[in-house]
């Protein structure tokens, strides 16, 4: 950039966070000289940064100050340079509408609990009710998200179709499909009619503007209480203001009705945009997290540009790896024995798959709804790197001025006595103590099959403790996968704290370890008995 008298400035990239080495690097100055620009100040093991909102941030050493993209930007400034504020952050691809590479829906399959919908997704499969995959769960209830394809019998199109829990305390799960979703398969109970989570996943609907078909189910049994459940909906639609909507009636057990509505979802593509590039990098949303015995942390995902090939390196969270293995989201929990002989070799826009990583030995914090991201490695690393740059400045301490030592406020330019006129005979040079508070949280060990499980874990948890009254609960720990020796040890050291865990395996060596030190272990497969082992864990705490 030409600054006039014959002299260019020097363009620098600015990104949206910096290191404080690296920030020197960038602006060609020594790490030093950077520090006393941006107001930094040492002191112990601590570096304090005064911020332009005259907020004081604490980093733990020095090598883990991060400045953001603002405080270098007016450095670069004030050296003479021209800063060029830069984004890492990848953007999701939105397919054009000219584009022409036609994918499968996506149909998320919801309703109130027990309305029958796993039931109905068994018959569109062309499976026996009841002998699908909800059968594998304790408490013959669903528990968990499910991704499967369906093929239409009539024009052997492909469908993906997402099962989700009914009950109250897994609306996250509901939440992040309903984000997926090109269309809502709302189930009703020709019985029961319009319930609590039917008027929650229409709020959905409305919110996303995607379009609904009633599934008004039960009808062998329930015939003549149609007309009432078809009032319901009807009157529920007109307060929404619910535009796109169509009713089938059907009975999932017998499949009456099953060819009407695979017209109804046939109707409903062909109205909407269902295109995505495939010539692009591959991009997938992440419907769930889990542990497969031999394999590791696993994610499914639900491609949405692009196509997965094993091979290709990508981003998800704050790690990168390469694709290992995929396979089939309709197989892997059938057999561990045969999963290998149905690898996948591709998954295109709108198909399922589970991504089995060359290098993951943990959850990694991936939530369902996160995005994954192809690219290419040395790409892949840079913005992993950022991410954790990102995090690093998020959870870094915003101090109360009144907990730092007078010398590091002398320094910078504030006058003690002034700022604490009751203290005019004090010369603290430490920040004080706080003090110990002995009523404190409730520790807590929380395990769990797959991250969404845990996510809903975690929501239950604080509704109840919300309920039952009581201090807050501390999760010293809370991932995905079976009872190690590490948590027994956390929790021993921990006051012997509780371990819930739900639907995970709890080794027999552990569980012997735990009964010796007196560690109690709620292990469950039905989440509703873990809340109430919860509700008498809490109890006994708050007696002893």
Known sequence: EYMGGGKMSRVVKIPPFLGARDAAKLLKMDVTSVYRELRVRRSRNTMYWLDDSDTFRAFKGTKSVIFPQTAIVELAQRKGMSPQPIQLEPSEYESASECSDRRQAVIGVMGHVDHGKTTLLDTLQRRTPGKGEVDREFGKITQKVRVTTVTDPINNKQHTFVDTPGHTTF???RSHI??????????????????AQTTEVLQYAVEQNLPVIFAINKIDLYRELVPV??????????????????????????????????KAIDNVCASLPLVAARNVPAQGRVVEVQKLTGLGVTFTVIVTCGTLRPGQSFVLGDFTSRIRLLLPTDKYALDPKIRHSHRL???????????????????????PGETLFEMPPKDAESLVEYRKMVQQYEVSEVVDVSKISWEVLRHFGKDPLKMFPE???QTQIDPPEEEYDEDGPIPIILKADSEGSLCT?????EELQAMIG???????????????????????????????????NVPAPVAATAKQHGVKIYSRSVFFDLLKDLQVYVRSQKQS
């Open 171 to 173: 609306f996250r799960m």
């Open 345 to 367: 070799e591709f998954a295109e826009p709108g198909q399922s798959a589970i991504v089995v990583a060359s290098n993951v030995s943990n959850g990694s914090g991936i939530i």
């Open 423 to 425: 203290n005019k005979s």
């Open 178 to 195: 309903s984000n997926i979703a090109d269309i809502l398969i709302v189930v009703v109970a020709a019985n029961e009619g319009l319930l």
């Open 470 to 504: 009581g201090g807050e609960f501390d999760f010293i720990i809370e991932g995905v996968g079976e009872i190690t020796a590490t948590d027994l040890k956390t929790a021993v050291a921990a006051n012997k704290c509780g371990i819930f865990a739900f639907n995970v």
């Open 229 to 262: 459940t078809l009032k319901q909906l009807e009157q529920q639609v007109r307060t929404l203001r619910l535009k796109k909507w169509s009713v089938e009636c059907l009975s999932g057990l017998t499949g009456e009705g099953i060819p009407s509505l695979f």
């Open 457 to 461: 874990l975690l929501d239950a948890f």
